[in-house]
Every structure is written in C-alpha cells, then in structure tokens.
C-alpha cells in the first residue's frame, strides 16, 4: 500500500509540475485530497494539502505549512509554518510566519496577517493590519482596521459565543484586550495596553489605564548567601 501511495503522490506532483507548478522538493509535499492550482504557483518543502484546496496565480506557499479545505487568491503568500482551516485568503495578501487561519475565517485583499496570529471564524476586510502576536476570534473587522501586537479579541462571555465588531479605519494599539460582545466605531483609537469592556464611540481616543506610579520605599528582596 504505500508503494501505491508513493506512486499515486509521484502522479499527482508530476502532473502540477507539468502544468508549469514549481515544486521545490517533489518528494517532501503531501497531497490528501484535491489540489487546483493557477500560474505560476510555487510550493516549498514539507507542505500538506488536505481535502479541497485552490492556489490562484502567483501564489506562494513557504515551508512546513498546512492548507485544508482553503482557497488562496492571486498573488498571495503564506509564508512558512502557518496552518490555514476551512478558510480564504484574498488577493496581493501575506499570511504567516507560523500564523493558525481557521474555522470559516474569510480574510479580503491587501491584508497582512503576520507571526504568531491566530484567527477563527472571522472576517478581515481589505487593508487589514495584524501583524505580530495577536488573537481575534468571532468578529467582524471592516477596511483599514489596524490591530496592534499582543491584542486579543475574547469570543466568549461564560454562556455563549459573541462577535465583535470592528469598524473602518481603526486602530488598535498594543498588548489591548477587546471583552466581547462590543463595537468599536469608525475611525476610532484604542491606546495601547487597554481593556476595553464597552462599545468604542467613532472618531475619538478611547483609553483605560490606571495611573502609572512607583514605590518609593520599596527595596528588592536579596538572595541569601
């Protein structure tokens, strides 16, 4: 069986090869399922295919990543040990390094999806921004929403599941904590390091910090000798 199994792959990669795929290393890619590709699609080392997936032209797939039941439109990248679910990426789009895409998430056009992010079952409209560290779970972001590093949309209010909504042309600054259900309004700003609990009104520097302070009598415990 799996001298039929190497067989059918040599097959399969062939054929993409012979349809103009660069394939770096035709003997490392797993294909478990149906695989479509445009023009001048390349496909790099130890890259698993599972179920139905369609690479548009110009795509670029890096290393080590996973793509089950996916479409990626023209000219997007996802660069290498990143995991896309059950998901679409838009045109002239980056996804990775090591970025996780799941759940029915649908990400648009010029977006940038950078290392470590996480999403599931949420929509990323055009110009999107969210490029180191961040999670965003069941929410709906519009056009130009930029979300800083370290930012985490929470999905679930201890009974049921709730989407977030994210309007055009915010920003979002860094290490943020959105607690769902809220909305944040167009053109609005978050400051870094806020936990946001209400909906955000538009157009306006929405913040929530305590007052930074130091102990002035406070000495720092010494190691024993």
Not at 60 to 74: C, M, P, R, T, V
Request: with cysteine.
């Amino acid at each position: 069986m799996n001298k039929d199994h190497n067989k059918l792959k040599l097959e399969n990669v062939s054929k993409l090869i012979s349809e103009g795929v660069t394939i770096i290393d035709p003997y490392s890619i797993e294909i478990r399922g149906e695989l479509v590709c445009g023009k001048n699609v390349t496909i790099d080392i130890n890259v698993v295919f599972k179920g139905k997936v369609f690479l548009g032209n110009n795509v670029i797939i890096g290393a080590n990543s996973i793509l089950e039941d996916a479409i990626i439109k023209n000219n997007s990248t996802i660069k290498p040990f990143s995991i896309i679910e059950t998901s679409v990426i838009g045109e002239n789009t980056f996804v990775g390094p090591y970025a996780r895409i799941k759940s029915s998430t649908n990400i648009g056009n010029n977006v940038q999806i950078g290392n470590f992010v996480e999403i599931k079952n949420s929509l990323i409209s055009e110009n999107g921004r969210i490029n180191h560290l961040s999670y965003i779970g069941d929410s709906m972001l519009e056009s130009d929403v930029t979300i800083g590093a370290g930012t985490i949309t929470t999905n679930h209010d201890g009974q049921m599941i709730n989407q977030n909504i994210i309007r055009k042309d915010v920003s979002i600054g860094s290490a943020s904590t959105l607690i769902t259900p809220i909305e944040v309004g167009n053109g609005a700003t978050i400051g870094a390091g806020c936990t946001i609990y209400r909906s955000v009104p538009p157009e306006k520097l929405t913040l929530s910090r305590s007052k930074q302070f130091s102990i002035k009598k406070w000495k720092r415990p010494k190691k024993k000798k």
